[in-house]
C-alpha cells in the first residue's frame, strides 16, 4: 500500500510527537549546558548519581562534536520531524528526492546517537538521562522512517514489497523494544546499573 493509496496518518502523528520530545531533551540539555558554562560546580537538575547524570556528558568532548554543543543539532534537527508530520497531517505528497533527503537525515541521527550511546556507555560511563530521552525518540523514528520508505515507494518500486513494509509497519514497537533491551543489557554488562540502583 503505497503513500499515494493512503495517507500515513499515524507515522505522521509519531513524527510530531518523536519531534517535540526529542525537542524538548535538547532544548534542556541545552539549558544545562548553559548552566555548566556559567558555573562549572554546578549541581545540574539532571544528575541523579555517578551513573546517571548530564554534566559528565557535557562537559567531555563527546558533548561537543563538531565544536558547539551536540544539543545545539538537536534542537535545529527535531524541526524537520515536526515540519514533515504536520505537513502530511495537512495532505502533503512530497517527492521522491524529499523522501530519501529526510531519510539520509534520520540515518545519520540515529548513526550519530548508536556513537554516543556506545560513547555513553563504555568511555564516559554514565547514562545521561536527558540524552536517553533522546535516544528513545530518535530510534523509533529511524525504524518507521525506514519501513515508510519502502513503503512509500522511495526504496523500492516493487508493489509486494510496499506492501510487505506497510504490514511491518506495525512491529515498528517490538523493533525498538528489542533495540532498547539491547542497549539495556549493555548498559548493565558494561556500567552494572541494577548494582548501582
Known sequence: M???????????LWLIFAGVIGWWAAFRLTLEKFEVLQNPDAELGCDFSVLVQCK??????????????NPLIGLAGWIAPLIVGGALLAGARFARWFWALFGVGMLGAFAFVCWLIGQSIFVIGTLCPWCMVTWAVTIPTFIATVIHLFRNGTLSSSTKVQDAANRLMGWTPVFTVVAFAIIA???????NVLGML
Not at 559528565?56 to 565544536?67: D, H, I, P, R
Not at 543489557?185 to 556500567?191: D, F, H, S
Open 2 to 12: 503505497t503513500e499515494q493509496r493512503t495517507r500515513p496518518t499515524v507515522f505522521a
Open 56 to 69: 559528565a556528558n557535557l562537559e567531555a568532548w563527546q558533548g561537543s562534536v563538531f565544536g558547539f554543543p
Open 185 to 191: 543489557v549493555l548498559a548493565q554488562l558494561r556500567l
